[in-house]
């Protein structure tokens, strides 16, 4: 019995179809979002996709070519895993200090409107090693 007083009804008996249609539905719906994300996901793949160039960064009076920047090594805290470096792009000079041990560096090259990113990975004495990610697909500002 209802709260009306009525039958319950029978959902066995011609009320079926909508109980099965709505989660076909839903699933078609759930299909077609996750096809519409890998598609945007593979798009945003193919724009940015990097060249890695690994390095190995050591202390030196002149700045050492590292893909498309020239690096110098200022400073190394091996206690810390903490260094100092001077990034010379387009003919400007960047200090980034105290970076730490797989702490992104980020720095803008000129018009490019997608970062360069620099990633050492470890500090030995007078020593970086690591990586720089240059965009491959260079996009104007």
Partial sequence: MT???GPEPDWRAG???RI???PILALVCIAALAVSTVYLYLDLRTLRTDLNTEFNLTKMAQPQ???DVRI???KVDLKRNRFTIEVWADDRKIEKKDKTVNEPV???VAQLRTPHEL???QVQKDQLIGYLSTPKLPARR
């Fill in 119 to 121: 990633v050492v990975n």
């Fill in 3 to 5: 709260s009306s007083g």
């Fill in 15 to 17: 009320g079926g179809e």
């Fill in 72 to 74: 110098k090594l200022k």
């Fill in 20 to 22: 099965v249609i709505f």
């Fill in 65 to 67: 070519q590292v893909g």
């Fill in 106 to 108: 980020q720095f803008f």
